[in-house]
């Protein structure tokens, strides 16, 4: 089967294999662990920030996220489209007690003038105060959009001014830092916190790092183990997510690659993509896009269930070249 669900379905590779096989490992709860101090190091290097926390899921790093920089009863601005807000399954009201104010947008990206508009803060009790700002670099349900720096400083700025925390759900950071051709660091500078995933298109299979402020990592630490999310000798998976930051990063040009050649050759076989598709995430707009997802399926081609009446197309380290020729055909032959 080629498998285009998502960039999570990927194998870890013999070379992470190995890796993980010879990981160094001790108990991390007790921070001993020396594989995932290095990993937790190495990650707030490349993201610029004091340090990080390894963490089972990108879910629970925005949900750390958001406890360690909020209180209860506060609000906080993400867009309507927001991966905490869509499937995190309101983790962050029912855990967090945090009540949101959203911002529509095709493509799931905010400006800072939007997010000006949400901002409450006023000296009244009636009233929730916004205490952060969530942007997602790059967007799921936006087709892969990515946040120029410019966009990303000028909210960071905003945030700033007005005494708000600003985090990024940044799950796919890397895909945004190769699209826009600038350092994963400087896309992350404006944010006080950034969480990206070890688990989508770098490869590993598990983990993500939620990286910021030294305190904000400790509060969040605290959190992690209220959550149950400590785990003992996790260097074995670590290893994977060192492996993946060493080897695999470059690799995601060529699913943005492959991602441009199926829409081209799509495109000129009549279907339609409704949003730009600048990474590695497609979303495509059929006629029955139940009845195509089901021959697909029955020809070779696994797919998520449609968000109607649209398919979405993920490519991953997985989806070879062979693979990508092979599914265009497939495509045009079931269409």
């Not at 937790?40 to 610029?48: D, F, T």
């Not at 867009?79 to 104010?101: I, K, M, Q």
């Not at 796919?172 to 600038?182: D, E, G, Q």
Request: hydrophobic share 40%; aromatic share 6%.
């Amino acid at each position: 089967m080629i498998d285009l669900r998502s960039d999570t379905v990927t194998k870890p590779s013999p070379g992470m294999r190995e890796a993980m096989a010879r990981a160094e490992v001790g108990d991390d709860v007790y921070g001993e662990d020396p594989t995932v101090n290095r990993l937790q190091e190495r990650a707030a290097e490349l993201m610029g920030k004091e340090a990080a926390l390894f963490v089972p899921s990108g879910t629970m790093a925005n949900l750390l996220a958001l406890l360690s920089q909020t209180r209860p009863g506060d609000t906080i601005i993400l867009s309507e489209g927001a991966h905490p807000y869509h499937y995190e399954n309101a983790g962050l009201a029912r855990v967090g007690g945090l009540l949101t104010r959203t911002i529509e947008d095709p493509f799931c990206k905010m400006t800072a003038e939007q997010v000006a508009e949400k901002i409450l803060q006023v000296d009244d009790a009636h009233y929730s105060p916004t205490t952060l700002v969530s942007i997602e670099n790059t967007t799921n349900r936006g087709g892969g959009a990515f946040y120029r720096f410019d966009e990303i400083e000028s909210i960071g700025r905003l945030c700033q001014n007005r005494g708000l925390k600003l985090h990024c759900d940044g799950a796919r950071i890397f895909n945004a830092a190769i699209a826009s051709n600038i350092d994963a660091q400087f896309l992350a500078r404006p944010c006080d916190t950034i969480s990206f995933c070890l688990s989508k298109g770098l490869g590993a299979p598990a983990g993500s790092l939620l990286c910021g402020p030294r305190e904000t990592i400790h509060q969040a630490h605290r959190f992690r183990k209220m959550l149950g999310g400590g785990m003992r000798q996790a260097g074995i998976l670590a290893a994977a997510g060192l492996y993946a930051l060493e080897h695999h990063i470059d690799d995601l040009a060529n699913d943005h690659r492959r991602a441009r050649k199926f829409r081209a050759a799509l495109e000129s076989a009549g279907v339609t993509f409704p949003l730009p598709s600048p990474t590695n995430i497609l979303y495509m707009e059929v006629p029955d896009p139940i009845g195509l997802a089901k021959r697909l399926r029955d020809n070779g081609i696994l797919f998520n269930p449609p968000r109607t009446p649209w398919l979405r197309v993920v490519f991953h380290r997985d989806i070879s070249d062979q693979d990508l020729d092979q599914a265009i055909e497939i495509f045009k032959q079931n269409l």
